[in-house]
T-cell receptor, first 115, second 112 residues
Framework: NAGVTQTPKFRVLKTGQSMTLLCAQDMNHEYMYWYRQDPGMGLRLIHYSVGEGTTAKGEVPDGYNVSRLKKQNFLLGLESAAPSQTSVYFC??????????????FGPGTRLTVT | DQQVKQNSPSLSVQEGRISILNCDYTNSMFDYFLWYKKYPAEGPTFLISISSIKDKNEDGRFTVFLNKSAKHLSLHIVPSQPGDSAVYFCAASATGFQKLVFGTGTRLLVSP
């Protein structure tokens, strides 16, 4: 099992460029999440999905879009990157509510710099 | 409005001593709490959790204590080892809540 994987690991964008971050999980988890981590801010939820074809906004959704076309994949898009989106992005997944645990499994992260 | 707070950004401890990391929460609906550990350039990894029906949960060197009346939890690491040096995040959730709310993290440095 690879667990949760993220592509790419690093990326540098110029302001206004677009890109898509890919998250994949092989644990058959229903729920998937995108977070950003900034110094002194902890992990903040951007968007999440509770199943294929569903998405919902988290704490800091502005400037991002997501899609969950397949259960195992969760894509995070930046349509027009801004320097404020320089961050480390983490994807996570978990089994559904009611199955005994709230534990989320995290990917290794994508470090994004917007110049 | 930060619902989960870790007021100590950093903590330094000597090897072999106890490390105590603290976390406070404001939302009384939270009934499940987790601690994650994060090394540089890696994703957070789950460490230990506790349900609000308990006031203590132990796993090897790691113990989490929950004080519901004070809305406070703490993670004890005994004895601390240099390999425990990492950032520790506290997180909380509630029954029916699909998300985790994370604190800002505490950086633990265990020196030999």
């Amino acid at each position: 099992n690879a667990g949760v994987t993220q592509t790419p690991k690093f990326r540098v964008l110029k302001t206004g460029q677009s890109m898509t971050l890919l998250c994949a999980q092989d644990m058959n988890h229903e729920y998937m999440y995108w977070y950003r981590q900034d110094p002194g801010m902890g992990l903040r939820l951007i968007h999440y999905s509770v199943g294929e074809g569903t998405t919902a906004k988290g704490e800091v959704p502005d400037g991002y879009n997501v899609s969950r076309l397949k259960k195992q994949n969760f894509l995070l898009g930046l349509e027009s990157a801004a320097p404020s989106q320089t961050s480390v992005y983490f994807c996570a997944s978990r089994i559904p509510q009611g199955q005994g645990t709230y534990e989320q499994y995290f990917g290794p992260g994508t470090r994004l710099t917007v110049t | 409005d930060q619902q989960v707070k870790q007021n100590s950004p950093s903590l330094s401890v000597q090897e072999g001593r106890i490390s105590i990391l603290n976390c406070d929460y404001t939302n009384s609906m939270f009934d499940y709490f987790l601690w994650y550990k994060k090394y540089p350039a890696e994703g957070p990894t789950f460490l230990i959790s506790i349900s609000s029906i308990k006031d203590k949960n132990e796993d090897g060197r790691f113990t989490v204590f929950l004080n519901k009346s004070a809305k406070h939890l703490s993670l004890h690491i005994v004895p601390s080892q240099p390999g425990d040096s990492a950032v520790y995040f506290c997180a909380a959730s509630a029954t029916g809540f699909q998300k985790l709310v994370f604190g800002t993290g505490t950086r633990l440095l265990v020196s030999p």
